[in-house]
């Protein structure tokens, strides 16, 4: 999954990996040049982007999308989607989830399953979950920061829009695009809050609210 990351990069050997949660955030022309500003920068589910013009919050550029099968796709999810990579998390595999690709994905467009054996395992190993006996997984965004820190582990690493690094114990999401819904029953934030700070503290992952 490594040399298929940087494929989609500015460069082979990514120095700076950007990914972006969907929690609303305040207009920030800093957050929005230092996100664009990086080799890779990866999106989650539903996400938006800054539109021409507009104010200027979380920057425009999508090398990656990480989506799982529940995704509400905004009209930015499929823009330009020949030039992007989209990668599909399905944790569900590994109790309930059905195997069917989506009936709104577009014809043309392929996708690349994440192995839950080589990423969502170690991940929910890191985190405590018992995902092999359990119905319990890590969020999409917290996988999509995975995905990016091990994949490219000397790149510096920017984090935005993860809200539950501030707020461990909300129980609905509000979402940049608009809309709303509760946590998952299979989410422990609270983990995944601790976990994504704890990179903070290393020098080499920098959270941008």
Same mark, same amino acid.
Request: charged share 25%; glycine share 8%.
């Given at each position: 999954m490594v040399n298929l990351l940087a494929a989609y990069a500015d460069r ?30 990866? $999106? ?5 982007? =800054?539109? /021409? *013009? ?7 550029? @999508?090398? #990656? ?27 569900? $595999? ?5 195997? =069917?690709? /989506? *009936? ?7 996708? @690349?399953? #994440? ?6 395992l170690p991940l929910s190993d890191a985190l405590g979950l018992p995902s ?78």
């Amino acid at each position: 999954m490594v040399n298929l990351l940087a494929a989609y990069a500015d460069r082979p050997e990514p120095r700076s990996v950007a990914v972006v949660g969907n929690q609303p955030l305040p207009p920030d022309p800093r957050r929005a040049k230092a996100i664009d500003a990086c080799d890779l920068v990866i $999106r989650v589910n539903g996400f938006v982007v =800054d539109e /021409p *013009g507009g104010p200027e919050t979380v920057g425009s550029r @999508v090398h #990656v999308v990480v989506f799982n099968r529940a995704v509400r796709a905004t009209k930015h999810v499929f823009r330009d989607y020949r030039k992007r990579l989209y990668l599909l998390v399905e944790p569900g $595999r590994m109790h309930w989830e059905p195997e =069917d690709i /989506p *009936g709104w994905w577009p014809g043309d467009l392929g996708f @690349v399953p #994440v192995p839950n054996r080589e990423v969502v395992l170690p991940l929910s190993d890191a985190l405590g979950l018992p995902s092999r006996e359990e119905g319990l997984w890590s969020t999409t965004g917290t996988l999509a920061a995975w995905i990016a820190r091990t994949s490219f582990p000397h790149a510096s690493l920017v984090l935005s829009g993860f809200s539950f690094i501030d707020d461990p114990v909300q129980t609905h999401w509000e979402h940049a695009a608009g809309d709303s819904c509760i946590v998952g029953p299979e989410h422990r934030i609270a983990a995944e809050g601790r976990l994504l700070d704890s990179w903070t503290k290393t020098g080499e992952t920098e959270l941008l609210r």
